[in-house]
């Protein structure tokens, strides 16, 4: 028996988030005795890249090459996944919660008949059952779901666990898998991709600012604090509606929500609906002149004082430190 781990990979690199899925994995076949931790990547990407999954805890990486699954079709890719799972005689399947993560495990669920919890925050607690920690309304409280079927499908909440380093290169084999034409009768037409250093889905350390840096002919001390720490860069909405930065910056409800180890806020004030789009980062840094900020009551640090005075020493002190 095994543990399947569906990974996503982006630009000829497996993403951060799937590798923490491997590592969640890697804990969860040593409390269980599951036995090996087996990854399945879809596509076009490098066998050295896929070796690199070991350090995380991966010990085979199924690769299937068909190129029709570069592009992403959901329906594609679950096939080509149910097919690996059958195959490695695997009862649990782990994944990271993401956009392409979430569709793609709604259809394993039918596929392959497993219970699905996703959103998961730590391992399961296998003491006389199966019961699984989720986190619910956008971080602000957990709940306990007890899976019973067979099969299990866990999505991964981003951060859920410390991302293991140490292992060795797994090995890669090619999988073939027997894809219809109906798993392709929806078609990617175009696709758009966020801009920048580095992505926000993605990012461990996020900086954002809000209305009052004044106007976008200002965000430079953004962006340089942010190429500083290897940030990527957010905004608060009305900053998106108002066209200083592009849509695909705006953090919150309804825009992108991120779980970094470290989320700047500047001249945020700290809607309800941008909390709930930060609220699950590791640590929060909140700067506004206004002492009264809501986002101040949800700050792990704070700091009362102008941005235009405050941001550019930050930067200065940790380009001196880094």
Known sequence: MSILVYIEHSEGKVKKSSLEAISFANALASKTGEGDVIAVALG???????????????????????????????????????????????KTLVLAKSSLGDSVAARLG?????????????????????????????GKAFALTELTTENKI?????????????????????????????????????????????????????VSGGRGLKGPENWGMIE????????ATGCSKPVSDIGWRPHHEHVGQTGVKVAPSLYIAVGISGAIQHLAGVNSSKYIVVINKDPE??????????????????????????KAEL
Do not use: M, W
């Not at 076009?44 to 070991?54: H, K, P, Q, R």
């Not at 090459?65 to 996944?81: E, F, M, P, Y």
């Open 44 to 90: 076009d990407i490098e066998e050295s890249e896929l070796a690199s999954t070991g350090s995380a805890g991966a010990n085979k990486v199924l690769h299937v090459t068909d190129k029709r699954l570069n592009d992403g079709v959901i329906q594609a890719h679950a096939s080509a996944v149910a097919s690996a799972f059958e195959s490695s005689g695997s």
């Open 110 to 138: 039918i596929k392959i008949n497993a219970g699905l919890v996703s959103n998961v925050v730590e391992l399961p607690n296998t003491d006389g059952g199966y019961q699984v920690k989720r986190s619910i309304y956008t």
């Open 154 to 206: 866990l999505a991964i909440k981003k951060n859920a666990i410390e991302l293991k380093t140490d292992g060795t290169p797994a090995t890669v084999e090619t999988f073939s898998v027997t894809l219809e034409d109906s798993d392709f009768a929806s078609k990617i037409i175009s696709t758009e991709r966020a801009t920048g250093d580095v992505l926000l889905p993605e990012a461990d350390i996020v």
């Open 224 to 231: 340089d604090l942010a190429k500083t720490l290897g940030a």
């Open 293 to 318: 900020a809501p986002f101040f009551k949800a700050a792990d640090y704070g700091i009362v004082g102008d941005a235009f005075e405050v941001v550019p020493k930050l930067t200065e002190a940790l």
